[in-house]
Nanobody
């Protein structure tokens, strides 16, 4: 059974940084995409960023790509999200997502894939 263990969320002042981590276990798929969605109270879940197995292909929400960076370490089955210059509007629960088996360059993840339980990020003004 696939399990995703997220960490790194917390409370930070505006302008600060956080680094989220997510480690996957329980799935022998040879290649898979990973990434992050987020959901703020009363809002829909939005795709934040995702990364292909190779690490060469990434996707970012247009409004975030200048401040957020996604990366992965396949030896540790872990994906990271470095978040800089955080704003109060970044406050949300951040969910790690892992795709099913895919090719090395696919960055695509969706609500139909494997999800973690979420980690809270709160940015104060």
């Amino acid at each position: 059974q696939v399990q995703l263990a997220e960490s790194g969320g917390g409370f930070v002042q505006a302008g600060g940084s956080l680094r989220l981590s997510c480690t996957a276990s329980g799935d022998p798929s040879s290649m898979y995409a990973m990434g992050w969605f987020r959901q703020a109270p009363g809002k829909e879940r939005d795709l934040v960023a995702s990364i292909s197995w190779s690490g060469d292909t990434t996707y970012y929400a247009a409004s975030l790509k200048d401040r957020f960076t996604i990366s992965r370490d396949n030896d540790k089955n872990t994906v990271f999200l470095q978040m800089n210059s955080l704003k109060p509007e970044d406050t949300a629960t951040y969910y790690c997502v892992k795709s099913g088996p895919t090719d090395a360059e696919s960055w695509y993840i969706s609500e139909h894939d494997y999800w973690g339980r979420g980690t809270q990020v709160t940015v104060s003004s």
